[in-house]
């Protein structure tokens, strides 16, 4: 079955300073790959995408993430964190049934 | 284009009485979904419309859930004889024939059951 895995519950990181979001997949095929922020009493807002092609992806908001097959990962990055990103982080795959399954998130906090 | 609107925010309500949400998505979308998230999950899948049509519904819609999409314009999700563990916050997401690849969500319906 398809699963998508967010191994980090929580994270920290000071204004200006680089971040990495993990994300890794169970998908036998090409995975649909999906990165989603969600701030407390919104819904989620699509961040970035992966449907083939280049496996460096560009989103909105200056994030960016890669698709690794060899290690099934879809990680997000940014260079240089603001407050405004601190929300809740959730990577998502298209299953066999075309339906998008989300990971548990990852809820980011940012420091000043 | 003023996005997809969901109507209550929030209902509390007590365990044992019914609850109904309503989704009123993008106005060209054809398609529209709804999905459950509880307190430190990721949001889940319930069911999926097409137009009016109701194509597919996960086994998390027991039979106290019925969903609705008359028209194939607005939705309504409804809950009999709620439970305390029915508390989530319940999404709506409507595209149109790009279907996953873009997908919006509204604010959700906040559900507390006393």
């Known amino acids: 079955a398809q699963s998508v895995t967010q191994p980090d519950i929580h994270i920290t990181v000071s204004e200006g300073a680089s971040l990495e979001l993990r994300c890794n997949y169970s998908y036998g095929a090409t995975p649909y790959l999906f990165w989603y922020v969600q701030s407390p009493g919104q819904g989620l807002q699509l961040l970035l995408k992966y449907f083939s092609g280049d496996t460096l992806v560009q989103g909105i908001k200056g994030f960016e993430a890669e698709f690794k097959r060899s290690q099934s990962s879809f990680n997000l990055r940014k260079p240089s964190v603001h407050w405004s990103d601190a929300a809740e982080y959730f990577c998502?795959?298209?299953?066999?049934?075309?339906?998008?399954?989300f990971g548990t998130g990852t809820l980011l906090a940012v420091q000043p | 284009d003023t996005g997809v609107s969901q109507d209550p925010r929030h209902k509390i309500t007590k365990r044992g009485q019914n609850v109904t949400f309503r989704c009123d998505p993008i106005?060209?979308?054809?398609?529209l979904y709804w999905y459950r998230q509880t307190l430190g999950q990721g949001p889940e899948f319930l069911t999926y419309?097409?137009?009016?049509?109701?194509?597919?519904k996960s086994r998390l819609l027991s039979d106290r859930f019925s969903a609705e999409r008359p028209k194939g314009s607005f939705s309504t999700l409804e809950i009999q004889r709620t439970e305390q563990g029915d508390s989530a916050m319940y999404l709506c997401?409507?595209?149109?024939?790009?279907?996953?690849?873009?997908?919006?969500f509204g604010s959700g319906t906040q559900l507390s059951v006393l």
């Open positions: 997401a409507s595209s149109s024939d790009r279907g996953l690849e873009k997908l919006f």
């Open positions: 106005s060209e979308h054809n398609r």
């Open positions: 998502a795959v298209v299953g066999a049934t075309n339906k998008l399954i």
């Open positions: 419309f097409q137009n009016e049509a109701q194509l597919e």
